[in-house]
């Protein structure tokens, strides 16, 4: 979490229990018919449910708690976020306590307990991109996406907005990435050109 | 019984048996041997989280001038240890540690006594704003786990870590977390036969016959599925089961 939005810190995680990914919003596979139901949780009329995407991630890892941060990692991938409903079902196919995940999920910065948009927009604000303007420019996809960094989506659930630290590409600065896309040299300027190119794609 | 295998080691120029497995922490402290400690509890495993517990040490194979600070609570006892728990190195030491805590916790009194006796009366770091008295041991979060409620973990990292309750639903009102924090930074009230903690209010079984709180009904649900004793086992204070004990003693030898 960058230190300008402290509103995040004492968030109890616990909160985003009702949030569920939507259809269109997320890259998840989301069953088209209503999928078995495997999890006590699981409604069989939910279009959204998470369990057969969760059924398949559990095929590639064994049962056991060195498993947690690559089941992890693949949901984060999958939905962008980590849903409740999946650490509920980790914690009970683990049988690791549901404290635990939440420890190590919100102990690196690369997992979102709250939805993300399709896209993260991730502004370099390491020293180069820094020197470079990459306050300002933040600031500038922070008024455009009306969204703080490291908080929500937008309403459309398109971009979410984030800072990092150096992303290596320090010729390039101020550099922004795109899920996995480099942008470089973005200002004020080509902001709107990037924004409009992502939203297409 | 088969004999506990044990080490002769040395602490402040005493000569120690001490069995095999312990750590210097427990040895010393079976000795009366004073050395600090915050995040150390003999129910749970040790942490060494808050590192007041440095000592230094020597092992008869090293060349003299050699030795090591180590935490004391995680450091097994071996054959021929020596152990030095107020050396200059291991005072100013926790100097350091009093000094950096007294900057994350300057209201705590624990803290502030703590460090006073090892005469450091104001950090001469950057206090912590809006500073709550937590000094991240992690105690609470062991003892949660160690009772198995599982409850509270810590989230984050780095200064911005925290403990709270992720898991609320799971949270039994124990006040084990209260109780054990080496700073009572967990805050909790107890009042007639309500009990709150954690944002989260239970109702208290009072002893039958003192009035006194003893657990929250779900702790004693949680006792006894663990102990497999019957719930009613937990209902009374010690005092009162041993008053009923007496009295149906006395009814069996004067009826
Ligand atoms: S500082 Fe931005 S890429 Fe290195
Ligand atoms: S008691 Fe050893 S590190 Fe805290």
Not at chain 2, 63 to 69: A, F, S, V
Not at chain 2, 89 to 103: G, H, S
Not at chain 2, 131 to 147: E, S
Not at chain 2, 201 to 227: C, G, M, R
């Amino acid at each position: 979490m960058s230190p300008k939005s402290k509103t995040g810190k004492r968030r109890d995680p616990g909160d985003v229990a009702a949030l569920e990914p939507t259809a269109g919003d997320t890259g998840a596979k989301v069953p088209a018919s209503p999928s078995k139901a495997t999890g006590d949780s699981c409604d069989p009329m939910d279009p959204v449910c998470i369990c057969d995407t969760m059924d398949e991630i559990f095929t590639h890892y064994p049962r056991e708690e060195a498993s947690l941060i690559m089941i992890l990692q693949e949901l984060q991938d999958r939905f962008n976020w980590l849903p409740d409903a999946a650490l509920e079902r980790i914690a009970e196919e683990l049988d690791i306590p549901k404290s635990r995940i939440l420890a190590v999920s919100t102990f690196y910065k690369s997992f979102s307990l709250d939805p993300r948009g399709r896209k993260v927009i991730k502004v370099c604000t390491g020293t180069a991109c820094h020197v470079r303007g990459a306050g300002m420019l933040l600031e500038e996809f922070e008024r455009v996406l009306d969204i703080p960094v490291g908080e929500g989506m937008t309403d459309d659930g398109t971009f979410s907005l984030e800072s990092v630290n150096c992303v290596g590409a320090c010729a390039m600065a101020p550099a922004v990435l795109v899920n996995d896309r480099y942008y470089a040299k973005v200002g004020p300027g080509n902001l709107g050109k990037l924004l409009t190119k992502e939203r297409e794609s | 019984m088969s004999e506990t295998k044990t080490v002769r080691i040395t602490i402040d120029g005493r000569s120690i048996d001490a069995p095999v497995g312990q750590t210097v922490l427990e040895a010393a402290r079976q000795h009366n041997i004073d050395i600090p400690s915050l995040c150390y509890h003999p129910g749970v495993e040790a942490f060494g989280a808050c590192r007041l517990c440095v000592v230094e040490i020597r092992k008869h194979n090293w060349t003299p001038d050699w030795k090591q600070l180590v935490t004391s609570c995680l450091f097994p006892v071996e054959e021929g240890l020596i152990v030095e728990t107020r050396s200059p190195e291991v005072m100013e030491n926790r100097k350091v540690v009093l000094d950096l805590q007294l900057a994350r916790v300057p209201n705590s009194d624990v803290i502030r006594q703590l460090a006073a006796e090892y005469g450091i009366h104001d950090t001469s770091y950057e206090k912590r704003e809006d500073a709550d008295d937590c000094i991240m041991c992690g105690l609470c979060v062991r003892v949660c786990d160690a009772i198995g409620a599982h409850a509270i973990s810590t989230l984050s990292r780095g200064p911005e870590k925290y403990v709270d309750v992720p898991n609320k639903d799971a949270c039994i009102g124990c006040l084990a977390c209260a109780l054990t924090c080496p700073t009572n930074a967990i805050e909790y009230i107890e009042e007639g036969n309500m009990r709150t903690i954690w944002d989260k209010t239970f109702e208290v079984v009072l002893d039958p016959v003192n009035k006194k709180p003893i657990a929250t009904p779900e702790q004693i649900a949680h006792f006894s599925k663990q102990s497999g004793l019957p719930e009613d086992y937990f209902t009374k204070s010690d005092a009162t089961r041993k008053k009923e004990t007496a009295a149906s003693f006395a009814r069996v030898m004067f009826d």
